[in-house]
């Protein structure tokens, strides 16, 4: 089978996508459909320079059985467009949508007029191989794991199993990194991964829910270090790019898997090769020995999922960490010259204002360019939270309704609303204005990171006025 994988790139709150990075997930599936002897290529809109609307006709000259889309809440509206597009200009091809949002929204997906034959649920490699193998007449995809369709009945979905072993994987495609070649250092990053999955259950995180759909809820599954270090050295060799972005959900682990991080460390300290790292982590998991360690592999960014230095607020999203937890790991960071990337949570339907006042105070500390610069919980589809919780009328919030909250408190929700006409105006002006001008190259690598910073330390300083 001729298989298509489509990605429609955007970066955080639909901004354009910036660094450039390879869609791991999409590299993955092409690998083992490879393996499974299908000819299979992967389209990235940011990688190939498609526009958006661009992106069917480029799908449709490969004259594809099976085109898949990758889905998120930034694109989904664009993939929309796309698909249905893709179907008028080459209506032989079979069109399948996958990632977490489109796990999470099968059922709004395969709508009565929908452009798409089938969604698969969870990790798609499996799945997606079965229906590649299958052939492209949907009817034949009904019993597949974790792959829903619409039938003459209705929607019909049949729950993902739990996914493969690292070894099982295989080897995934390298074929976007001859796009990324084109970016300087500082501005591409290649996704990587040494684990799947999280020990956690934090309610409003949908990774923690992918796995309770699949069966294996908590469970992590452990690449070798010898096998990350080898495609470490495999890419520096062989495509010459050294900025490399670890996607775990959690690259730290437990406790008991300390001595593995190290090794992986030891690893890439050892192939002796200029290379940069950046990692997820929780809080609790930052420690001293780790942290050198993996420095001297290259280690410069970590994004640690803060959520709120306040201990009730922390609590109530079952995140079993603390704010003094919170501080200490950033310490930590700081103390070995890593940058800490802070996810935030700090907006919340119970939001106080004391709690507001005291997560501000600890980011004009550590600094607002620090954070991704999303502070509002949304509750997605599909994680605990979103099935939960109540809003401010009493009622139950519908598993659908993925942003369907209000704050508790209106003089909270008018601090949001000030709040987040700051933020936007900061973001507009990094990720559109100096982003397009980056991309011109009339502004330095260098020099897109400290404006940058300085926007969003500005955007801190103006929050006095709201939080201060
Ligand atoms: C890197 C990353 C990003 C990067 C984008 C990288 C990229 N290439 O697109 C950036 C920073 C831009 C980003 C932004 C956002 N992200 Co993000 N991101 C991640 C992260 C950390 C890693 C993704 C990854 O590579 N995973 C590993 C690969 C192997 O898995 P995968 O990509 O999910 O692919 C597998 C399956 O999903 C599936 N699959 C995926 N696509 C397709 C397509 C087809 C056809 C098929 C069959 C299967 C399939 O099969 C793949 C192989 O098993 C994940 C957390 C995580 N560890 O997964 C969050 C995560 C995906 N992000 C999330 C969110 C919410 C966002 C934002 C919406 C945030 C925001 N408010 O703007 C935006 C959306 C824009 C976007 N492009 O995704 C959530 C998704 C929640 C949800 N229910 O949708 C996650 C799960 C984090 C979390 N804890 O909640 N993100
Ligand atoms: S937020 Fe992080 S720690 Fe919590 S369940 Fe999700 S991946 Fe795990």
Redesign the pocket.
């Known amino acids: 089978m001729r298989c298509v994988?489509a990605?429609i790139?955007?970066?955080?709150?639909?901004t354009p996508?910036s660094p450039a990075?390879?869609?791991?997930?999409?590299a993955?599936?092409a690998g083992v459909l490879a393996e499974g002897g299908h000819d299979v290529s992967i389209l990235d809109t940011l990688l190939h320079d498609v526009p958006d609307e661009g992106l069917a006709s480029r799908a449709a000259a490969e004259r594809p059985d099976i085109v898949?889309?990758?889905?998120?809440?930034?694109?989904v509206d664009d993939v929309f467009a796309s698909a249905r597009e893709l179907r008028r200009l080459y209506p032989h091809a079979a069109v399948?949508?996958?990632?977490?949002?489109?796990?999470?929204h099968c059922d709004d997906l395969l709508s009565a007029d929908t452009p798409f034959h089938g969604v698969?649920l969870?990790?798609?490699?499996i799945?997606?191989l079965y229906m590649a193998n299958a052939g492209a007449d949907c009817a034949m995809w009904c019993d597949i794991p974790g792959v829903a369709v619409r039938t003459s009945d209705g929607i019909r979905n049949t729950n993902p199993k739990p996914?493969l072993e690292f070894a099982a994987l295989g080897r995934r495609s390298y074929e976007q990194l001859s796009h990324l070649t084109r970016f300087p250092r500082l501005c591409y990053r290649v996704?990587i991964?040494s684990s799947?999955g999280c020990a956690h259950s934090c309610s409003?995180?949908?990774?923690a829910?992918s796995q309770r759909m699949a069966g294996c809820a908590a469970v992590r599954r452990l690449r070798s270090p010898t096998a990350v270090a080898d495609e470490v050295r495999h890419v520096v060799e062989a495509y010459g790019l050294r900025d490399f972005?670890f996607?775990?959900?959690d690259f730290l682990g437990q406790p008991s898997e300390k001595s593995r991080v190290l090794e992986i460390a030891r690893r890439i300290a050892e192939l002796g090769v200029d290379v940069s790292l950046e990692i997820?982590a929780r809080a609790d998991a930052v420690d001293e020995q780790v942290i050198e360690a993996l420095c001297r592999a290259g280690l410069q960014r970590c994004?640690v999922g803060v959520e709120s230095f306040d201990d009730a607020t922390l609590k109530m999203f079952g995140k079993k960490t603390s704010g003094h937890v919170n501080i200490r790991a950033i310490e930590v960071l700081e103390k070995f010259g890593v940058r800490p990337i802070l996810g935030m949570i700090m907006f919340h339907p119970q939001s106080t204002l004391a709690q507001l006042r005291q997560d501000h105070a600890m980011l004009r500390n550590f600094g607002y360019e620090k954070t991704q610069m999303?502070f509002r919980l949304?509750k997605?589809?599909?994680?605990r939270d979103a099935g939960q919780k109540q809003d401010s009328d009493g009622r139950g919030v519908a598993p659908w309704e993925d942003y369907g909250w209000e704050f508790d408190n209106p003089e909270i929700a008018e601090a949001w609303e000030k709040f987040d006409a700051l933020r936007l105006e900061a973001m507009d002006e990094v990720f559109v204005h100096m982003t397009h001008e980056f991309r011109n190259g009339q502004i330095t690598p260098e020099d897109f990171s400290s404006r940058s910073d300085a926007v969003f330390r500005t955007f801190g300083e103006n929050v006095d006025a709201i939080l201060g």
């Open positions: 994988l990605h790139a955007k970066g955080v709150d639909g996508a990075v390879d869609h791991l997930g999409l993955s599936l898949g889309y990758s889905v998120n809440y930034s694109n399948v949508a996958g990632g977490s949002y489109a796990t999470f698969v969870g990790e798609g490699e799945p997606f996914g996704a991964e799947r409003f995180c949908s990774i829910a972005w996607m775990d959900a997820d994004f999303l949304k997605y589809k599909g994680s």
